[in-house]
C-alpha cells in the first residue's frame, strides 16, 4: 500500500467535500487530518495511552 503525501491527502479531502464547502469546513477537513496523522505518529513512537487503561479511567467518568 502506497503511502499519501500530506498534501495529496489534503487535496483529496478537499475533493470529496461539496462544491459550496466554506473555508471553515476545509480548514476542519485539514485540521481533523492533522490531528489523525499526529495521533498515528504518536502511536507509531509508542506513545499515547494504553487502550485498557483508558477504558478503565472511562469507567470512573
Not at 23 to 48: D, P, S, T
Amino acid at each position: 500500500m502506497q503511502t499519501q503525501t500530506l498534501k495529496q491527502e489534503a487535496l483529496d479531502a478537499i475533493q470529496r467535500l461539496p462544491d459550496n464547502a466554506d473555508i471553515e469546513e476545509i480548514m476542519y477537513r485539514l485540521y481533523v487530518i492533522n490531528q489523525i496523522r499526529q495521533g498515528m505518529q504518536e502511536a507509531a513512537e509508542g506513545q499515547g495511552i494504553d487502550s485498557e487503561l483508558l477504558l478503565k479511567d472511562m469507567e470512573n467518568w
